[in-house]
């Protein structure tokens, strides 16, 4: 009996709830850590990010006017998609990964928790010397680009990316370069987990390549980094002498320690907080 | 005779306009003179603010603060080099163990000494903004003043709180915080940025415009009076060339700035390559929406208020008054007749309402556009009757209607007493108009209706939105915008996040 010859499956994009493959027709190399041809992933292009910034922009309304109760359902269904695939996930990361996946969607629930939480604990009435009432609440502020770590390809791109969407926005991520692959299995969890198509937007390819256009993209108003070298870092931080762009990159951070990262100030950089006052006099 | 003509079925006409003035018999009930009649010491020349001194700056150069409503030298102000800012920086940064050690209550008790400080010479503060600024006396003293110390009052409070205003976290200082400011409100942006720096536990460097340095020497002195420790509040003054050295300056670990948005985003561009974090409070073309039923007459004084206070020198000014179709006609004769009693001029007279111009450089660019106001197709109404002063610097409150939402002066920041009047007929209309500008500061809404109200707040793309009201400020109360207008929050507990991390 011969051995049987596996599939080698070609990872495609996920933008605006579809399945495509790049604009480009270019694809990179995924090689397990024996060097075996293990898959294929896309190589995003600047008219993908294009693409996937325009199809989060169309749905982000959608998304944060949805109820906070509705919206902390669906990130908890995303949490049980991604525990029906934790063994695919935990294969693809390699070693420690069923650790890591597990932390991931740990972080996944987290967050799912904090949507209708959130305007209560960092929103307010604001006790003005006057015949007013005043009060502050948080709400999204548009479409904001993830630029995951490398390591830990999973659990990185998960704390950076669901802080943005329990707050109401939607995202466009470029994934870890030297893995992939748990991000393009995370888009199939993505597609099955009641999000509306376009609120996550992943693309794998090259931070060479790519973190300039999402720098430079006027429709992206924040950005959520990790891991990106020191040159990459300065061009992110460009973005905000662009369209004033909010920048957030973390450094030295460790994605296991829930202490690190967990709580509202992941959710803060990502809400524009709006005050309201009204007359109360009659 | 009536002078009221009967409203038609399909629309609710103006009534027949009454000249009021004339009414009242022209000018003969017009107020008298009542001055202000103190007058705070100013010396001659003034020195930088370093380490708790008043020393020379290094190059021995000053520079003229002018009163723009007589054109006369007040006092010779020193110009800090980038030696000069290199001396604050090394102050803040030696001061910055000491304080950012000290007990929350213990600072927080030498800033409430600050405020009371400032309470206590309130009306010398007032009377100096007034002089070296231009602004008129009553908001000087109603507003700009008590606002100030206010703000030191709030943040006083809160040096010993910051474990409870940020939940699960362990807030630090920043470290030494550069902070640049504007003309427009000297002493309260002042104190907008010094009080939640120093409330959790940082130490400043800040500049002043150069234009208006008078109050923040001023408040240098309080510093001294009250025994801040030295070091903890440094002001250096200057123009561009000082603030640049700030921003390029490799001690400093924060910088807020409040101005143009053009500046924001180049200071932006110069710590792209540093970790150096960044507040920025930029500019605005705030849309103030009035519908059909509002409250007209409340609504009309809420357009004043918008955008004629402070000669039209506020960042979230209300500068693009969105009017109901229906009532277009109504509010307009209504705007005619309330800017008809506005009083323009001598900023010391405490019957003024409009005061002088800040500089000679931001008359000349009102006037710019002004002249591209009416180039561009929009009519201008010139219905103040207030005769100005010979010298100094002076614009008439004034408005456009028949502006498109393309014209430049419905879409560019002015920074001065110009409101654009467009129409809308549907709150989608007057939403989505708004929400075109790549500005997001402050909006107003008049309208009587509850539910229509809330709606439409929420659907603005505005940190701040007045309702049935208009530039209201509090220290409790967070300010600051979306997109364009910047990022980051002064006041309230939400202004501590800048300030801590």
Redesign the interface.
């Given at each position: 009996m011969s051995e049987r010859i596996p599939i080698i499956k070609t990872y495609k994009l996920a933008i605006g709830g579809k399945f495509p493959r790049t604009e480009s027709g270019r694809t990179i190399e995924v090689h397990d850590s024996a060097q075996n041809l293990i898959a294929h992933v896309c190589r995003a292009s600047r008219k993908d990010v294009r693409n996937a910034v325009e199809a989060a922009s169309k749905v982000q309304g959608t998304w944060a006017n949805a109820t906070a109760y509705l919206r902390g359902q669906v990130l908890y269904r995303l949490a049980e998609m991604m525990e029906g695939k934790r063994l695919e996930l935990a294969h693809a990361i390699g070693a420690g990964g069923e650790r890591e996946v597990d932390a991931a969607i740990d972080r996944v629930i987290h967050f799912a928790g904090w949507t209708d939480k959130y305007p209560q604990?960092?929103g307010?009435t604001?006790?003005?010397?006057?015949p007013?009432h005043?009060f502050?609440i948080p709400?999204a502020?548009g479409t904001v680009g993830v630029i995951a770590p490398d390591e830990p390809a999973l659990l990185g791109l998960v704390s950076l990316m669901v802080p943005i969407i329990a707050a109401g926005n939607a995202c466009v991520v470029l994934a870890s370069e030297k893995n992939p692959v748990p991000t393009m299995i995370l888009s199939e969890a993505i597609a099955t987990s009641d999000l509306p198509g376009g609120v996550v937007n992943l693309l794998s390819g090259y931070r060479d390549e790519l973190v300039e256009h999402f720098s430079l993209h006027r429709e992206l108003?924040g950005i959520h980094a990790s891991g990106v070298s020191e040159a990459h870092r300065?061009?992110l931080?460009?973005g905000?002498?662009?369209?004033?762009k909010?920048v957030t990159i973390h450094e030295d951070i460790d994605f296991f320690d829930d202490a690190q990262c967990e709580?509202?100030?992941w959710m803060?950089p990502f809400v524009?907080?709006?005050?309201?006052?009204?007359?109360s006099a009659v | 005779m009536s002078i009221v003509s009967k409203p038609s079925a399909s629309k609710i006409e103006a009534p027949k306009r009454l000249d009021l003035r004339a009414a009242i018999g022209g000018g003969i009930f017009e107020y008298a003179p009542a001055p202000e009649s103190v007058r705070p010491e100013i010396a001659d020349q003034y020195g930088l603010f370093i380490g708790g001194e008043f020393i020379e700056p290094i190059s021995g150069n000053h520079f003229a603060s002018m009163n723009p409503a007589t054109e006369d030298t007040l006092a010779m102000v020193a110009d800090a080099s980038s030696a000069d800012v290199d001396r604050a920086v090394q102050a803040a940064r030696d001061a910055l163990p000491a304080w950012a050690g000290l007990s929350g209550k213990n600072r927080g008790k030498y800033m409430y000494r600050i405020a009371r400080r400032m309470q206590e010479r309130a009306r010398e503060l007032a009377v100096l903004e007034t002089l070296d600024g231009g602004k008129p006396i009553k908001e000087s003293r109603d507003v700009d003043v008590p606002l100030a110390a206010?703000h030191f009052f709030y943040h006083a409070g809160w040096a010993d709180k910051l474990k409870y205003a940020?939940?699960?976290?362990d807030p630090k200082p920043v470290g030494v915080c550069g902070q640049i400011i504007p003309w427009n409100f000297p002493l309260m942006m002042l104190s907008w940025k010094i009080a939640p720096a120093l409330a959790c536990g940082n130490t400043v460097v800040l500049k002043p415009a150069e234009t208006t340095s008078l109050t923040a020497l001023r408040f240098a002195q309080i510093c001294q009076e009250i025994g801040l420790p030295k070091g903890v509040v440094n002001i250096v003054t200057g123009a561009g060339e000082t603030g640049k050295a700030m921003v390029e300056h490799r001690g400093i670990d924060k910088i807020a700035f409040t101005g143009s948005?053009v500046v924001?985003?180049?200071i932006?561009?110069t710590?792209?390559?540093t970790k150096k974090k960044?507040t920025?409070e930029?500019g605005g073309k705030s849309a103030n929406i009035i519908f059909e039923d509002a409250s007209l007459d409340q609504a009309i004084e809420g357009i004043i208020e918008g955008i004629y206070f402070n000669q039209g020198h506020v960042c979230c000014a209300g500068s693009r008054l969105f009017v109901q179709e229906s009532i277009l006609d109504r509010v307009v004769d209504k705007l005619t007749d309330r800017m008809s009693t506005l009083r323009v001029g001598d900023p010391m007279d405490k019957n003024t309402d409009v005061g002088a111009i800040n500089s000679k450089e931001q008359l000349d660019t009102i006037e710019r556009f002004l002249a591209t106001g009416e180039n561009e197709g929009a009519t201008k109404h010139d219905v103040c009757p207030s005769t100005l002063p010979e010298k100094g610097y002076w614009c008439k409150p004034c408005f456009y209607t028949g502006v498109q939402p393309s014209h430049t002066i419905a879409r560019e920041e002015i920074f001065g007493p110009v409101l654009a009047v467009l129409s809308f007929r549907t709150p989608d209309e007057a939403i989505s108009r708004a929400n075109n500008s790549?500005y997001?500061l402050a909006a107003g809404v008049w309208t009587d209706k509850g539910s229509k109200?809330f709606d439409v707040?929420?659907k603005l793309d505005?940190?701040?939105?007045?309702?049935?009201?208009y530039n209201?400020f509090?220290p409790?109360?967070?300010?600051?915008g979306?997109?364009?207008?910047?990022?980051g929050?002064e006041g309230?507990?939400?202004g501590l996040?800048a300030y801590c991390q």
């Open positions: 604990v960092m307010g604001n006790p003005v010397a006057g007013y005043n502050t709400f502020m108003i300065t061009l931080r460009l905000s002498a662009d369209n004033l909010r709580g509202p100030g803060d524009e907080f709006k005050t309201i006052w009204h007359p | 206010a940020l939940p699960g976290r948005t924001g985003k180049a932006a561009k710590v792209a390559s960044l920025l930029l790549p997001g109200i707040a929420k505005a940190g701040i939105v007045w309702l049935n009201t209201k509090d409790t109360s967070p300010f600051g979306y997109k364009e207008s910047g990022f929050r309230g507990r939400h996040l």
